[in-house]
């Protein structure tokens, strides 16, 4: 772990202990993850064994009570590590839904079993034309005798092909407004009605299951508002969103700390015109640049961690630290993976896969055109 203002004698330590289990765990298996097109749910279990899934939880559920700068920590090793698949940031962002927002009788329901893994976790949010636009989502939660009575179709849901409790974002009213929309968190095992659909094929992120869900007549248990009260999804989802946009920059950061080491290693071992490759002008220049470029976006990325603990991380800055870093990271790793030259373009090096997995972070958490809409809003007098 790289060194920061933020980062303490514990969180020294938690690194160091994941660490130890991403190279005991997640290194032999990511290949596998990737041909099988999901995560092992073992794999799960033993993260909630070692405490990475409950580290900023309440202490009262089986969490350890952190700051989110421990889930920072997760989110910039898993990705120093060259992995994708494993669907971490959804599971703390579902969490944090539930541990913030939830009744008392919802936290004590569901947050035991996401802190032990027992519990796998989706957000149901995007549908077939909608995109970033979650004021024009058409799924509708009708109450009914028994709860709700959910239709509605989600795609490109993350976790989507496991998920064991998916938080659903639902319309509750037909006023035309934000406030008739509420999030619903529908348990898989016992809801007749909803089906998975396919586990969608991508160019990149080959390891992480992210599929189509269908609600016909799903009956949920009015306890499952998120909340008890219905109207309140749109800022709850709002006032999230900053956590989520700064993981999509961690997340580039360890990917382009990866990236740039992987990159160094080749450069220095192969030869042309016998000399190292890392001994011509433009392969020094160019890690210089990309070294440089990373370098500026850790110490931004930082300052955001730092505001995220002490509650004041701003929508626009976290518009603009998903922004900046996930464009950096595409542009680094395009770099590299011409450094490689054809063998960077041979899927059995890392940075291959590197390179098909950038590509989404400029999409997912709000498009980057969303964000510059966002940092421009901010900007009028």
């Keep these: 772990m790289?060194?920061?203002n933020w980062l303490t004698p514990d969180h020294q330590a938690f690194a160091e202990s994941s660490n130890r289990f991403f190279e005991a765990e997640l290194l032999p298996s990511m290949v596998r993850w990737r041909q099988n097109g999901q995560v092992d749910r073992e794999f799960w279990r033993?993260?909630?064994?070692?405490?990475?899934?409950?580290?900023?939880?309440?202490?009262?559920?089986?969490?350890?009570?952190?700051?989110?700068?421990?889930?920072?920590?997760?989110?910039?090793?898993?990705?120093?590590?060259?992995?994708?698949?494993?669907?971490?940031?959804?599971?703390?962002?579902?969490?944090h839904y539930v541990a913030q927002y939830g009744t008392a009788e919802q936290r004590a329901r569901w947050l035991p079993g996401l802190i032990s893994g027992e519990i796998i976790p989706a957000i149901a949010m995007t549908e077939p034309g909608t995109g970033s636009d979650l004021k024009a989502i058409r799924t509708t939660a009708t109450k009914c005798e028994k709860g709700y009575l959910v239709n509605g179709s989600k795609t490109f849901i993350s976790n989507g092909q496991l998920a064991d409790l998916v938080c659903l974002v639902a319309r509750t009213e037909h006023t035309g407004s934000a406030r008739e929309i509420s999030l619903i968190m529908v348990e898989t095992a016992d809801a007749e009605g909803f089906r998975r659909g396919r586990n969608l094929e991508k160019i990149g992120l080959h390891g992480q299951d992210t599929s189509e869900l269908f609600f016909d007549e799903v009956i949920v248990p009015a306890d499952n508002l998120l909340g008890g009260k219905p109207g309140h999804g749109f800022r709850q989802l709002m006032e999230q969103l900053a956590w989520e946009r700064l993981s999509v920059g961690i997340m580039a950061l360890g990917a382009c700390d990866y990236a740039i080491d992987t990159t160094l290693d080749h450069v220095q071992d192969r030869r042309a015109f016998d000399k190292r490759l890392f001994d011509f002008q433009?392969?020094?220049?160019?890690?210089?640049?990309?070294?440089t470029k990373l370098e500026v976006t850790r110490a931004f990325i930082d300052q955001c961690i730092e505001k995220i603990d002490a509650g004041g991380l701003d929508p626009s800055t976290a518009a603009m630290a998903k922004w900046w870093s996930s464009q950096t990271q595409c542009e680094i790793v395009d770099e590299c993976l011409q450094l490689f030259g054809g063998y960077g373009y041979m899927t059995e090096y890392p940075i291959s896969q590197l390179f098909i997995d950038a590509r989404v972070q400029k999409i997912y958490g709000g498009s980057n055109e969303i964000m510059k809409e966002l940092i421009a809003r901010s900007m009028e007098r």
């Design 2 to 4: 790289y060194n920061a």
């Design 282 to 291: 433009n392969v020094r220049f160019k890690l210089a640049e990309a070294k």
């Design 46 to 95: 033993s993260a909630g064994a070692i405490g990475l899934l409950g580290a900023s939880a309440p202490v009262e559920f089986g969490g350890s009570g952190c700051p989110r700068s421990f889930d920072a920590v997760t989110l910039y090793q898993q990705n120093k590590f060259g992995d994708t698949s494993w669907g971490f940031s959804v599971h703390n962002f579902v969490m």
